[in-house]
């Protein structure tokens, strides 16, 4: 069975860390006899913006339902196309239009990279991130009135539905459930945001009723990200609003080392739409065209697209070399976030070879 893949690179670095996310699969692919076809789409760039006047054709829905995963880079450059419009024309319409409601991002301290945390090594930090990905704040309910007076108002309402708190919290639980340490930790502002937060607590409550084995504790978003500095092994699988959950995911790879190793899958559990793998960094307008940016990120989200194609043997290998590698501590290979003087091709490579071996 072939599984076809859509690859969209995007802007900056997402173009340079993409060859390298294919080359580990390739890799892997071959090495466990697994069938994937790439297919490469120029839409879903700032170029693509400026040829076009859109980010998307109007038809991409079409074009893209029909594959098994889709591959992504990163998308964003500010100095061509504002944000809000590059992001909310692309990543954000495939996470909401394709019900990737659960966004999966690990975070795990890497033998051979230094924290900058004190003292910690790997096996301290150790969790997930899972992060709700279809409302919350990130919600199109709002606008703005009396513009351009001294009485104009901008208004951007958080919408929590029933059905979309309950169902990450499912998956944060039962993800939880197949952890050694069965701990959830809730993120929270239920002091402060007086109307969707506690909503948000008292979901938790009652989903917890049927996770007795499930150690669960709730922490404001606040003294949470204090904890993630402070105490990063206390956390198992962390679950967050749409807000929430994007901080946390680049303060939790931040506390690892980089932000440029870590991965992400946006994932539509029940399989009726495609799911979409990226690395959790942007663009990086600011080293993009030198070729040195990580590409860890992207070949990990490879690993995640594999697993969740079924194929858990080839995702560990990739895994386990992308572990290799960096405990090998080659300066020459490694690149300059993570210590070394390498390139984001050395770096790739000695991942694609090592999954070959
Ligand atoms: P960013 O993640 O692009 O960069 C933040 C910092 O981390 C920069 O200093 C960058 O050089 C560094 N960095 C990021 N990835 C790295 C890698 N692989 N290797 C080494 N260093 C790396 O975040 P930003 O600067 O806030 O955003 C830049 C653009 O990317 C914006 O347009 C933003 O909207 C967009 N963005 C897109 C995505 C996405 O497509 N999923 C995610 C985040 C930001
Ligand atoms: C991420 C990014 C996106 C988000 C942006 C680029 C819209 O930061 O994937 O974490 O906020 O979800
Ligand atoms: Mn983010």
Same mark, same amino acid.
Request: one cysteine or more; charged letters at 20%.
């Given at each position: 069975?072939?599984?076809?893949?859509?690859?969209?690179?995007?802007?900056?670095?997402?173009?340079?860390?993409?060859?390298?996310?294919?080359?580990?699969?390739?890799?892997?692919?071959?090495?466990?006899?697994?069938?994937?076809?790439?297919?490469?789409?120029?839409?879903?760039?700032?170029?693509?913006?400026?040829?076009?006047?859109?980010?998307?054709?109007?038809?991409?829905?079409?074009?893209?339902?029909g594959f098994d995963a889709l591959f992504y880079g990163a998308v964003g450059w500010p100095d061509?196309?504002?944000?809000?419009?590059?992001?909310?024309?692309?990543?954000?319409?495939?996470?909401?239009?394709?019900? #990737?409601?659960?966004?999966?991002?690990?975070?795990?301290?890497?033998?051979?990279?230094?924290?900058?945390?004190?003292?910690?090594?790997?096996?301290?930090?150790?969790?997930?991130?899972?992060?709700?990905?279809?409302?919350?704040?990130?919600?199109?309910?709002?606008?703005?009135?009396?513009?351009?007076?001294?009485?104009?108002?901008? @208004?951007?309402?958080?919408?929590?539905?029933?059905?979309?708190?309950?169902?990450?919290?499912?998956?944060?639980?039962?993800?939880?459930?197949?952890?050694?340490?069965?701990?959830?930790?809730?993120?929270?502002?239920?002091?402060?945001?007086?109307?969707?937060?506690?909503?948000w607590d008292e979901r938790v409550v009652e989903m917890a009723k049927q996770y007795p084995d499930?150690?669960?504790?709730?922490?404001?978003?606040?003294?949470?990200?204090?904890?993630?500095?402070?105490?990063?092994?206390?956390?198992?699988?962390?679950?967050?609003?749409?807000?929430?959950?994007?901080?946390?995911?680049?303060?939790?790879?931040?506390?690892?080392?980089?932000?440029?190793?870590?991965?992400?899958?946006?994932?539509?559990?029940?399989?009726?739409?495609?799911?979409?793998?990226?690395?959790?960094?942007?663009?990086?307008?600011?080293?993009?065209?030198?070729?040195?940016?990580?590409?860890?990120?992207?070949?990990?989200?490879?690993?995640?697209?594999?697993?969740?194609?079924?194929?858990?043997?080839?995702?560990?290998? @990739?895994?386990?070399?992308?572990?290799?590698?960096?405990?090998?501590?080659?300066?020459?290979?490694?690149?300059?976030?993570?210590?070394? #003087?390498?390139?984001?091709?050395?770096?790739?490579?000695?991942?694609?070879?090592?999954?070959?071996?």
């Amino acid at each position: 069975m072939t599984h076809r893949i859509a690859v969209i690179a995007g802007d900056g670095i997402g173009t340079e860390v993409m060859p390298e996310g294919i080359r580990a699969l390739e890799a892997a692919a071959k090495q466990f006899n697994i069938a994937l076809e790439f297919t490469t789409f120029e839409f879903g760039s700032c170029d693509y913006y400026l040829e076009h006047g859109s980010m998307l054709p109007e038809d991409w829905f079409e074009q893209l339902k029909g594959f098994d995963a889709l591959f992504y880079g990163a998308v964003g450059w500010p100095d061509k196309v504002p944000d809000h419009i590059s992001l909310w024309g692309s990543l954000l319409q495939f996470r909401r239009q394709f019900d #990737q409601y659960i966004n999966l991002r690990p975070c795990k301290l890497m033998p051979g990279i230094k924290s900058p945390l004190a003292g910690r090594q790997p096996g301290d930090i150790d969790f997930y991130v899972v992060r709700e990905n279809t409302e919350g704040e990130y919600s199109s309910v709002g606008g703005k009135m009396f513009g351009g007076t001294d009485r104009e108002v901008v @208004i951007q309402d958080t919408v929590m539905t029933r059905t979309g708190v309950d169902r990450v919290l499912k998956y944060a639980f039962d993800l939880a459930q197949t952890r050694p340490r069965k701990k959830l930790t809730s993120a929270t502002k239920s002091n402060g945001i007086s109307i969707t937060m506690p909503y948000w607590d008292e979901r938790v409550v009652e989903m917890a009723k049927q996770y007795p084995d499930i150690a669960v504790d709730k922490f404001h978003i606040d003294i949470l990200t204090a904890n993630f500095v402070l105490h990063p092994d206390w956390f198992d699988v962390v679950v967050g609003s749409n807000l929430f959950g994007d901080i946390l995911s680049d303060l939790g790879p931040a506390c690892t080392g980089t932000i440029g190793i870590a991965p992400s899958a946006n994932i539509n559990p029940e399989g009726h739409f495609p799911s979409l793998f990226e690395p959790v960094h942007g663009s990086a307008p600011d080293i993009a065209g030198k070729g040195i940016a990580n590409p860890i990120g992207q070949i990990w989200s490879g690993a995640m697209m594999l697993e969740h194609l079924g194929y858990k043997e080839a995702a560990d290998a @990739i895994v386990t070399a992308i572990e290799k590698v960096l405990s090998e501590g080659d300066s020459q290979v490694l690149t300059g976030d993570v210590g070394g #003087q390498g390139t984001t091709a050395s770096l790739g490579k000695a991942i694609a070879d090592t999954i070959s071996q």
